[in-house]
């Protein structure tokens, strides 16, 4: 997978409305799965975690890519991540 596939999948639509803040913990263990021991910058109301090229280069697949925006995951150019709102 690409950069721009990972974006376009994440950039799609979502009906999101998860309230019970698994969906932070469902895309962390994504991310885990690829990126044992990667970093987490919590912020006020934001989550940054991994780092995007790594996490393509240990093969992140399509599936889980979409997993990661049915969960409100999304592509962070600024700090090449992937973030979540809290």
Known sequence: ?????????????NAFS???????LIGLNIIEKY???FNIEPRHDIIY???I???LQAGLTIEDADELRKQNWM???E??????FT
Do not use: H, Q
Not at 1 to 13: G, S
Not at 18 to 24: P, T
Not at 79 to 84: A, G, I, P, R, T
């Open 18 to 24: 998860d309230m019970s803040k698994s969906y932070i």
């Open 35 to 37: 990126t044992p021991g």
């Open 53 to 55: 090229d790594s996490i």
């Open 75 to 77: 592509f962070d150019d």
């Open 1 to 13: 997978m690409t950069r721009e596939e990972l974006e376009e999948i994440l950039n799609k639509a």
């Open 49 to 51: 975690a991994g780092d």
């Open 79 to 84: 700090y090449d991540c992937l973030s979540v």
